[in-house]
Nanobody, 121 residues
């Protein structure tokens, strides 16, 4: 079973930056979409940003212009660069893929365990 492992969360002051990383536990042969979601306390999980296998990206309106999603196929990793952070960005951030293949195996709906981002002075 392939796993996605997030890292890079922490406490940052408003206006600061963080870079989240999501690494797969095995070499990914292909994927459909890789995405970052977040869930704030008492709120539903929401899509933050996504990247397709062809490199197309989408962003939630609340983070557009501040966050950047990128991928490094050689490192089996996806990143989320977060700039100009606001207190309302505080949440647990999750990496996920709707479909990815590792060798001959196909996996659907793979989620990481999440990493906490706290934006506070």
């Amino acid at each position: 079973q392939v796993q996605l492992v997030e890292s890079g969360g922490g406490l940052v002051q408003p206006g600061g930056s963080l870079r989240l990383s999501c690494a797969a536990s095995a070499r990914i042969s292909s994927f459909n979409v890789m995405a970052w979601y977040r869930q704030a306390p008492g709120k539903q999980r929401e899509l933050v940003a996504s990247v397709t296998s062809r490199g197309g990206t989408t962003y939630d309106g609340s983070v557009k212009g501040r966050f950047t999603i990128s991928r490094d196929n050689a490192k089996n990793s996806v990143y989320l660069q977060m700039n100009s952070l606001k207190p309302e960005d505080t949440a647990v951030y999750y990496c996920m893929s709707d479909l990815l293949t590792v060798g001959m195996d196909t996996y659907y709906g793979i989620w990481g365990q999440g990493t906490l981002v706290t934006v506070s002075s």
